[in-house]
């Protein structure tokens, strides 16, 4: 399948070095605890911006993955979002900093984050690449002293991709922020055009 650029939203410049900007936030904040935090990514979007983001980061630290679903095979969440795929890790009295790729309606780290704090987290902070709060539909409350870390603030459009979400295998190699068309793709209509925000590396 042909990738059709409408147009870039951030180059990969411009992503370096708002990643790095953003791990510095955060080794300010983290460097000097004396139990290394947790940093969690939510499978399977935000791995690629976890990856990035850890790289920067020169201090102890422990990555797990989480896995929790509120789309099924759309691009609307269900309201309703469920762990199909636990943490394995023992977070009790650590500091959990939960990486996602897009924050929307808020539903998803509305359960992780009780999740976690049932799970005994001393503190839950989140890091996100792109933070949508027009799309907010439930407020969720940081634990302990957590912190809320954004990278961009949401673009107008229908919908949103980072590294392969909501959808199975179509990813360009420009390394940059896309709008790309898709054309008769599983989450739009039969021969219908949808746009997406590519995550590339």
Same mark, same amino acid.
């Given at each position: 399948?042909? *990738? !059709?650029?409408?147009?870039?939203?951030?180059?990969? !410049?411009?992503?370096?070095?708002?990643?790095?900007?953003?791990?510095?936030?955060?080794?300010?904040?983290?460097?000097?605890?004396?139990? /290394? /935090?947790? %940093?969690?990514?939510? &499978?399977?979007?935000? %791995?690629?911006?976890?990856?990035?983001?850890?790289?920067?980061?020169?201090?102890?630290?422990?990555?797990?993955?989480?896995?929790?679903?509120?789309?099924?095979?759309?691009?609307?969440?269900?309201? &309703?979002?469920?762990?199909?795929?636990?943490?394995?890790? !023992?977070?009790?009295?650590?500091?959990?900093?939960?990486?996602?790729?897009?924050?929307?309606?808020?539903?998803?780290? %509305?359960?992780?984050?009780?999740?976690?704090?049932?799970?005994?987290?001393?503190?839950?902070?989140? *890091?996100?690449?792109? !933070?949508? /709060?027009?799309?907010?539909?439930?407020?969720?409350?940081?634990?302990?002293?957590?912190?809320?870390?954004?990278? %961009?603030?949401?673009?107008?459009?229908?919908?949103?991709?980072?590294?392969?979400?909501?959808?199975?295998?179509?990813?360009?190699?420009? /390394? *940059?922020?896309?709008?790309?068309?898709?054309?008769?793709?599983?989450?739009?209509?039969?021969?219908?055009?949808?746009? *997406?925000?590519?995550?590339?590396?």
């Amino acid at each position: 399948m042909e *990738c !059709d650029i409408e147009r870039v939203l951030w180059s990969q !410049d411009q992503i370096s070095r708002r990643v790095s900007d953003i791990a510095s936030e955060i080794s300010a904040d983290f460097h000097a605890l004396s139990s /290394p /935090p947790v %940093f969690l990514g939510v &499978a399977t979007g935000a %791995f690629l911006f976890l990856a990035d983001l850890v790289r920067h980061l020169s201090f102890p630290l422990t990555v797990d993955f989480v896995r929790a679903q509120s789309y099924g095979s759309g691009t609307e969440s269900n309201g &309703a979002p469920s762990i199909s795929l636990d943490l394995k890790i !023992d977070i009790k009295g650590k500091h959990v900093i939960v990486v996602e790729d897009i924050v929307d309606t808020g539903n998803t780290l %509305f359960c992780l984050i009780a999740h976690l704090e049932a799970k005994g987290a001393s503190s839950v902070s989140v *890091c996100a690449f792109l !933070d949508k /709060p027009s799309r907010r539909k439930v407020q969720f409350e940081l634990v302990g002293k957590g912190k809320f870390y954004r990278g %961009f603030e949401e673009v107008k459009s229908s919908a949103y991709l980072i590294s392969g979400k909501h959808l199975e295998a179509y990813l360009c190699e420009t /390394p *940059c922020v896309q709008i790309i068309l898709l054309w008769g793709m599983a989450w739009t209509s039969q021969n219908s055009t949808g746009t *997406c925000l590519m995550w590339g590396s």
